[in-house]
């Protein structure tokens, strides 16, 4: 009976430890055997890849772990495979490297406000999308000169983006001297730095992104003129893993509809911007 007691005891000592805090993922199921979640979930760790440099979806804190909206989705995929939060390896991901790590097995998946788009489909997989930003230019607060990508097109003024990243090949088309004008880093923070020392006169990536560096910096920097892009992100996992794709499909699908997504958003991003974001819908190719 003693036994009983203790065994049920833990189970709502268990049951209790939200606090309150929001929707609570349900106990993991059962995996098929062979299958990534399987794997993941008797290793009882997974490695996952994200933007360390990015305010409110993935950036470092003094600990060296991240946070943001990205984060988030993350911890959540983990507590569907039966792993607490400690038992996450978090690894950074910056747009040059994102293929190479899920080609070579040094991250299990990735969240790192990754763009969906065919030239990666060849590479790798994705699961959603689970978010859809733009486009849009961050220039010093008081630089009129720029209202937008067209601006740029005398070929007078810098604009830095991320290595290798949709943006930086976005705005190519813009440029007069895309090898003169373009300015490229592997983190957006040194984009940053360097707009505020004045050795370029804009950063362009995508709008969600540069909301929290402005949030940072709000007597300094600005958004100017409208997102010019549509960047779906999803979740990057490896070539032909249909059925961790399928999963995490069907979790990015639950957590639209009990909570957990519009948490993960109010946590994090939502504090730049408060307006919870319309899922869109999974493609399930």
Known sequence: MRRVLAVLAVGVLAGCTSGGAGPV???????????????LHAAGRVTIGSKFDQPGFGLAGPDGRPAGFDVEIGKIIAAELGIPPERIRWVATPAKVREDYLVQG???LITATYTINDKRKQRVDFAGPYYVAGQQIMTRRYDDAITGPDSLRDGTKKVCSGTGTIPAENIKSYLKDADRQLIQYDTYAECTADLLAGRVDAVTTDNVILTGF??????????????????SYGIGVR??????????NDLLERIVKDGRYAK???????????AIPEAPAVDRY
């Open 25 to 39: 993922a349900p106990a993991p199921a059962a995996f098929a055997a062979g299958t990534t979640m399987a794997r």
């Open 264 to 274: 993960a958003w109010t946590d994090t991003a939502g504090r730049f911007d408060p």
């Open 106 to 108: 040094r991250a299990d």
């Open 239 to 248: 070539k032909g893993d249909d059925s961790f794709r399928a999963f995490l």
């Open 214 to 231: 402005v949030a940072a910096h709000p007597d300094d920097l600005a958004l100017v003129g409208k997102r010019f892009t549509s960047e």
